[in-house]
């Protein structure tokens, strides 16, 4: 279960990530490369244990909330 839950973050951050660049021409969520799976995970039950009105949206759509909070794009990075 773990193994399936840490797939689906990191496609949906793969796949939001290609779109904000491909749709807008900028980043919002900049992953550096010592960014793992289940750090993104964790980010994302925190965020439903804070938000728990949350998880009655889509799936990505939450994860894609959590990742712009937990790993914004500084200037210059986007």
């Not at 779109?19 to 900049?30: D, F, R, S, Y």
Request: proline residues 4%.
């Amino acid at each position: 279960m773990i193994g399936y839950c840490l797939g689906a973050i990191t496609g949906i951050a793969d796949a939001a990530m290609t779109l904000n660049a491909v749709l807008t021409g900028k980043q919002t969520i900049c992953l550096s490369k010592d960014v793992t799976a289940d750090e993104m995970r964790l980010q994302f039950l925190v965020f439903v244990e804070r938000r728990p009105d949350a998880m009655s949206l889509p799936a990505a759509t939450v994860v894609i909330a959590v990742l712009q909070s937990s790993y914004p794009c500084k200037a210059g990075n986007s």
